[in-house]
């Protein structure tokens, strides 16, 4: 006689689920038709204000599209959208590959959210953005703050100059801004010009470190150490927390030659283990502290005002030389130009005031 088969064996197959009768094919197509409704301005305005996060990542893609369609829209959008924006503070993170930004702010992003604030994480990279190589990094590096209902995560702007994507992270601020995020901590890599282009979107810009500065203040890039208002030195943790106390000791005197800032401000440098959350909350308050004195003096107001007229002389810039060589007359006039100097038979200046002529003639 057959043994009757135990429940307890791995072995025994018990009956599936069966699948749900509930699962209506009409709802399936309302959510996919819902999900390729193109909103109206007015709709995405009324997401963003409600913070809805999927009508805000809708918006920024809007913002990011190349179509012109979608660009005249966009551009209505932010303008119905500045007089919503909400006070935030924006904080500019920079450092050499590998130093800890993401780690950095996924910790502080993570406290701050604890603290009670909504925070928003966005990247400046214009070289990653052509490969989607920031994306991954950030959002794997930032698993806990990805999961988190009070923080919006946006990896670097689609574009390839830094022109573009500075203008569109600008724009996802004001955007970030209408949706009531308290906190917008903007990442980018410490190469290239892209940090110069966030210290001017920002009101706290802070640099990140590694220890052991020694060798490395000799060769460091000045410019960076001007527009830092802190140094904070990660990886402050294991057997690297002398060389970091040292580096520390390094950059406070080196610091004391730089003159005093436009802000009266001077920065500070901390130590600090993103991986290990140590040292967040002092970077936290030192920031406080900033916008604190800033605010009280009226430079954190005049920052933001001279900060938004130089994009606008930068937009005006980048449209002007869009425009002017954007025409096939102009093309063809530049060509015979440079050939003509080519020859030595015209010089710069003159061909330059030539074809502003041209120019100026046929617009
Ligand atoms: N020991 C130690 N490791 C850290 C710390 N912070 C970050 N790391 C590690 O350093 C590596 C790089 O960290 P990221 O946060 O990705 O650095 P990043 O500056 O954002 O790098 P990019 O986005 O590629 O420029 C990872 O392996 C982290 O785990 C820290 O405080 N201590
Ligand atoms: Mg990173």
């Not at 294991?238 to 970091?244: D, E, P, R």
């Not at 920031?287 to 107001?301: A, C, L, R, S």
């Not at 938004?308 to 005006?316: D, G, M, T």
Request: charged share 25%.
């Amino acid at each position: 006689m057959e043994k009757k088969q135990s429940n307890k064996t791995a072995l025994r197959e018990n009956k599936g689920v069966s699948k749900q009768k509930t699962t209506s094919k009409e709802a399936i197509s309302n959510l996919k038709k819902n999900r390729q409704k193109i909103l109206s301005t007015d709709e995405l305005l009324k997401g963003i204000l409600q913070r809805n996060t999927a009508a805000l990542s809708r918006s920024i893609t809007l913002i990011e599209s190349q179509n012109e369609a979608h660009k005249s829209k966009a551009s209505t959008l932010i303008e119905k959208s500045l007089e919503h924006t909400k006070p935030s503070i924006r904080i500019g993170i920079t450092g050499v590959p590998g130093v800890g930004k993401s780690t950095f702010i996924e910790a502080l992003g993570t406290y701050l959210t604890k603290l009670g604030s909504r925070v928003a994480v966005l990247a400046v990279d214009p070289s990653s953005s052509l490969t989607k190589g920031s994306v991954l990094g950030d959002k794997t590096r930032m698993y806990s703050l990805v999961n988190n209902p009070n923080a919006f995560i946006r990896p670097s702007a689609a574009g390839n100059t830094l022109g573009g994507v500075a203008r569109r992270t600008r724009e996802t601020i004001s955007l970030c801004e209408a949706a009531a995020y308290d906190v917008i901590l903007i990442e980018t890599v410490g190469v290239g010009q892209s940090e110069t282009a966030v210290h001017n979107m920002v009101d706290f810009f802070l640099l990140l470190k590694l220890p052991g500065a020694g060798d490395e203040l000799q060769g460091i890039k000045r410019g960076i150490i001007e527009l830092a208002d802190a140094i904070v030195i990660n990886k402050a943790d294991g057997n690297t927390v002398k060389s970091a106390k040292l580096a520390q000791q390094e950059f406070k005197r080196a610091l004391h030659l730089y003159p005093l800032r436009y802000s009266n401000w001077t920065p500070k440098v901390l130590l600090c283990s993103a991986l290990e959350n140590k040292g967040i909350e002092n970077c936290w308050k030192l920031i406080q502290d900033y916008i604190k004195q800033v605010k009280k003096e009226g430079y954190f107001i005049k920052k933001r005002q001279e900060q938004s007229i130089l994009c606008l002389k930068q937009a005006l810039e980048n449209q002007l030389k869009e425009q002017f060589f954007n025409t096939p007359l102009m093309h063809k006039e530049l060509e015979t130009q440079t050939r003509l100097i080519k020859l030595n038979k015209r010089s710069p200046f003159a061909a330059a005031e030539h074809l502003i002529n041209v120019y100026k003639t046929c617009s």
